[in-house]
């Protein structure tokens, strides 16, 4: 699934397509995760694109209208910007056509992604948005803050990483990386991390998510930029894919936790 990481490097990627005006949307195929909108067409024609950003995992398109296009990839989806001698291939599920002759597609073979249509002052009461956490790149987002919320919390901190609602961008690749550069176990429950591994925690956050935007994510499971560019970060992975290799006299292992694989050096990564 893109993370916070290939999502933005996803927005950075759009801005070919700021203040270009829409001409046409081609919808290929109405239900994804979601069905799309019945009157997306006519709210997206002759607007023009005011406003590319991120929350969370989500893409935000604001346009001229007051409204806003919001682009969720799930599992495998992917947006690419291409010129009108674009012909469209399996898993294009729509289209939108610029009057500069760009046109930006949504493509997603497992289709576990959607795309919605609200009005912009409306966004932040959606609920895929009001129930989210603190952004993890968010500079508010403090030690004092999570342990203030961990600090009695029976739950693993893979888990709590991984929590959409307590801290909002972290997926299961990055979590790993994580918990390995700031040499916390993905075994230690919330209530035993002291404000000074949190701490340490978000300092790595900031350091690994920086770190992957800088590559352009990462590709492990074919995720692409909008032109069509291969993401890098996985060249940097220190744990996540690693099992059995050597790390400073320790071994990557891998174990499941919550149906999810974690891989940590035990040796390395024990706070106890």
């Known amino acids: ?15 070919v397509i700021l203040n270009q005006k829409i001409s046409n949307v081609k919808i290929h195929t109405s239900k994804l995760r979601f069905k799309i909108p019945n009157n997306i067409t006519n709210i ?52 939108m056509c610029f009057l500069s002759g760009i046109l930006l597609v949504y493509h997603d073979p497992r289709r576990f992604g959607f795309i919605d249509m609200v009005q912009t002052k409306d966004l932040q009461k959606q609920r895929y948005i009001s129930t989210l956490g603190v952004d993890a790149l968010n500079p508010d987002f403090t ?23 307590l801290i909002a961008g972290i997926g299961n690749i990055y979590a790993s990386e994580i918990l390995f550069d700031s040499k916390i176990s993905p075994l230690t429950l919330g209530k035993d991390l002291e404000i000074s591994l949190i701490m340490k925690l978000i300092k790595s956050i900031r350091k690994i998510l920086k770190k992957a935007i800088k590559y352009g994510g990462s590709s492990i499971r074919d995720y692409r930029s909008t032109d069509g560019t291969l993401g890098n970060f996985q060249s940097n992975f220190k744990v996540y894919n690693k099992e059995g290799k050597k790390i400073g006299g320790d071994k990557v292992k891998k174990i499941v936790q919550y149906g999810r694989s974690t891989f940590y050096c035990p040796k390395l990564q024990n706070n106890k």
């Open 1 to 15: 699934m893109p993370e916070l990481p290939e999502v933005e490097t996803t927005v950075r990627g759009l801005s």
């Open 44 to 95: 997206l024609r002759y607007s023009k694109i005011s406003n590319l950003r991120r929350i969370a995992k989500f893409i935000i398109i604001d346009l001229d209208t007051d409204y806003s296009l919001v682009i969720h990839l799930g599992m495998s989806g992917r947006l690419k910007t291409v010129n009108k001698s674009y012909k469209r291939i399996k898993h294009d599920h729509f289209v």
């Open 143 to 165: 030690a004092q803050m999570i342990f203030n919320k961990i600090s009695k919390s029976e739950v693993p901190i893979k888990q709590i990483l991984l929590n959409q609602k």
